[in-house]
């Protein structure tokens, strides 16, 4: 266990048990929260003042590659006083004064799913994947097409998972066996072509 420079104490490796805990916590304090104020407090963090049940709640979200993690903060999470980033002008359009009507973790995975209702911009959803050096944090709409991400990602640098605006969003799993089922379709095809091709081979040697 370590202290945060929240004043929460969490476990050194975050995986998918401390984010079910995290999911807990948050589904117990947050959820039906109005969204007061989003700050960005670096480049690969957000802070989130959300007022719930009375009490004020910070939310800290980080795809820090080496320290991805989503939690309450003890402290009032502050902006860092640079340039607003892109998304978080987006966040502060989509979310700031939203309502949160839902709060998931996809089953066993590092992956946790906050769905916002906004009285003009309609239904969202954050997406914070905590997975490494691949942690990212996108924003999806209602049919679950991604409005924009904190780390975009083009074909060529995964064929199996696009993240750019307008991509319907796929689950880190669902990447992994759409690549996994490719590589077999492709092993099976050549298997099966040369097995043709000895077949052939074979058939020419016994004809008359």
Not at 21 to 26: K, N, R, S
Request: glycine share 4%; net charge neutral.
């Amino acid at each position: 266990m370590r202290k945060t420079g929240f004043g929460l104490t969490i476990a050194h490796v975050f995986d998918a048990t401390a984010l079910k805990a995290i999911q807990d916590e948050l589904n117990e304090k947050i959820l039906r929260g109005c969204v007061q104020e989003i700050v960005q407090m670096d480049e690969l963090t957000f802070g989130f003042e959300i007022y719930a049940q009375h009490t004020r709640h910070y939310l800290y979200i980080s795809a820090h590659p080496s320290d991805a993690r989503v939690h309450l903060a003890s402290e009032k999470v502050r902006g860092s006083g640079q340039t607003p980033s892109p998304l978080l002008l987006l966040l502060r359009k989509q979310v700031e004064n939203a309502f949160i009507d839902s709060i998931i973790q996809l089953p066993h995975e590092r992956v946790l799913k906050i769905q916002f209702d906004h009285s003009v911009e309609g239904l969202s959803t954050l997406i914070i994947e905590t997975i490494g050096k691949y942690s990212n944090i996108i924003l999806v709409d209602a049919g679950e097409l991604v409005i924009d991400a904190l780390k975009r990602v083009s074909s060529q640098v995964n064929r199996a998972r696009v993240i750019l605006p307008k991509h319907p969003y796929v689950p880190p799993v669902l990447a992994v066996y759409s690549v996994r089922s490719h590589k077999s379709c492709q092993y099976q095809s050549a298997t099966q072509a040369a097995f043709a091709a000895r077949t052939d081979g074979e058939n020419s040697l016994h004809s008359p």
